[in-house]
């Protein structure tokens, strides 16, 4: 008879098997990443300051507090002359301390109580021809709890595209809508991923997730429109009986005019 | 040192910032190697979490808690490469002879190990190598995870559940085929 492994016995194994294997990296892996680093827009950085007075240090920083009493004193300037026109930049997503009072439209700011601070991203993806665009997702979730996911590309002209999905959506394929001209069409694709076993929650149940990558293509064919598709793979998730699990892929089409403004999509009937 | 460095780092200086990406690569790399089970994708993780290093620094308001807070970028750049790698079928590989009265001795097998594990959702691995490879505590594997400790729990669990299964599956298998020594 097969004896039953204690918890002692499997940890140990454990222990022993994880301790082997490499444990040393290529010695390319910090020359390649050194490589991106100039390229690399930091989380905070003040893009208006040339790299150069952030990596030479005390030996500008005389110079960088010129450069500083020179834009105060512009502000002074344009105070009285009026006010300046705001810098180009992407609106942000609500932190978890923010609630949404309103849905934001694709060409307004994001309007949000608390403090509006850009969340983890989920995963940076490619265009093709351009980008890199960025995924985030908002913490704070709408009244109707939808998570806002924005795609943001910052380049010469910054675009940003938001989606509210609603992670807990049933199995069936349906459609969610919304007021103005902002449609979503998401499709679930579940398979299992357990071998040979059945999906206890085949046909209905809820999906939770929280994570995923996502690749997103523009129909450039339209003028007007913002449209394409997105496509998301290997969303780990929870079930809503607490098993953990993956939907393999999730797609979705969109279409939208961005100078139009949209409320917040219905909820899933 | 590591805090100076990473303070100097965090304020732009990318000469700190590679002498710090050199300290911990080879860190970064043993944990990616672990959960994804593959060279060339742990190299990949560990290099694209130093470049996310590089790029939240900024924010990382406790230059003492930089190790979890590494951790954590690595981990994520983990499922990112593990969602690249498709789940390659197993070879069809005979079970080895199992002595039933030594199930230690009968799970010696790495491929058994390998199989167990590679079954395992990316979320279910890194909880177990941040435990058993790291030897982190709950509470600090939540913090790597940024996670609550219960889910940290139910992580271990089925993962462990996991292992067990695989291995006893496979213990049985040899034994329906009369491969048990005596």
New interface residues.
């Given amino acids: 008879?097969?004896?039953?492994?204690n918890?002692r016995?499997?940890?140990?194994?454990?222990?022993d098997?994880?301790?082997?294997?490499?444990?040393?990296?290529?010695d390319?892996?910090?020359e390649?990443?050194?490589a991106?680093?100039?390229t690399?827009?930091?989380?905070?950085?003040a893009s208006w300051l040339p790299r150069l007075l952030?990596?030479q240090?005390p030996l500008l920083a005389s110079l960088a507090v010129l450069l500083v009493l020179g834009a105060a004193v512009a502000l002074v300037i344009g105070s009285i002359i009026g006010p300046p026109d705001p810098p180009p930049s992407p609106p942000v997503l609500p932190s978890d301390s923010a609630s949404i009072e309103s849905s934001p439209s694709a060409s307004e700011e994001a309007r949000a109580t608390g403090e509006l601070v850009l969340e983890e991203i989920v995963?940076p993806i490619s265009l093709g021809t351009s980008g890199p665009w960025l995924i985030e997702r908002a913490q704070a979730t709408t009244a109707d709890e939808l998570t806002q996911y924005r795609f943001a590309w910052f380049g010469n002209q910054s675009r940003w595209l938001d989606l509210f999905l609603d992670p807990q959506s049933t199995y069936e394929s349906g459609s969610r809508t919304a007021t103005g001209r902002l449609r979503v069409v998401v499709a679930w694709f579940f398979q299992n991923?357990s071998?040979g076993e059945s999906d206890p929650n085949a046909g209905t149940g809820s999906f939770a997730s929280d994570?995923g990558?996502c690749t997103i293509t523009f129909d450039t064919s339209t003028e007007t429109h913002i449209a394409g598709s997105l496509e998301c793979?290997?969303i780990?998730g929870t079930y809503d009986g607490?098993?953990?699990?993956?939907i393999e892929s999730v797609t979705a089409t969109f279409s939208f005019d961005p100078n139009d403004s949209y409320a917040t999509p219905s909820s899933v009937p | 040192m590591r805090q100076d460095l990473v303070a100097r780092a965090k304020g732009g200086e990318e000469a700190a910032f590679a002498q710090l990406a050199r300290e911990i690569v080879d860190r970064l790399f043993s944990i990616a190697f672990r959960i994804l089970r593959d060279v060339d994708a742990a190299n990949d993780a560990a290099q694209e979490a130093l470049v996310k290093i590089w790029r939240e620094l900024p924010a990382l308001r406790d230059v003492e808690r930089f190790d979890a807070w590494s951790y954590r970028i690595l981990v994520n750049a983990c499922y990112a490469e593990h969602r690249k790698l498709r789940r390659a079928v197993p070879a069809a590989l005979a079970p080895p002879l199992i002595d039933a009265d030594d199930p230690i001795a009968a799970v010696a097998d790495r491929d058994q190990l390998e199989r167990g594990f590679g079954r395992l959702p990316a979320e279910q691995r890194a909880a177990l190598v941040l435990q058993h490879y790291l030897d982190l505590s709950l509470a600090e594997i939540a913090e790597v995870l940024d996670v609550p400790i219960g889910t940290v729990r139910s992580r271990l669990h089925y993962a462990r559940d996991g292992m067990r299964a695989a291995l006893e599956a496979d213990a049985r298998a040899a034994e329906a085929r009369g491969e048990v020594a005596t």
Avoid: I, K
């Fill in positions: 008879m097969t004896a039953r492994l918890d016995d499997l940890n140990r194994l454990l222990s098997w994880l301790d082997e294997g490499p444990s040393t990296a290529a390319f892996v910090v390649r990443a050194m991106r680093v100039p690399v827009r930091r989380r905070g950085a952030r990596t240090g995963g991923t071998e994570s990558e793979v290997d780990p607490g098993q953990e699990g993956l």
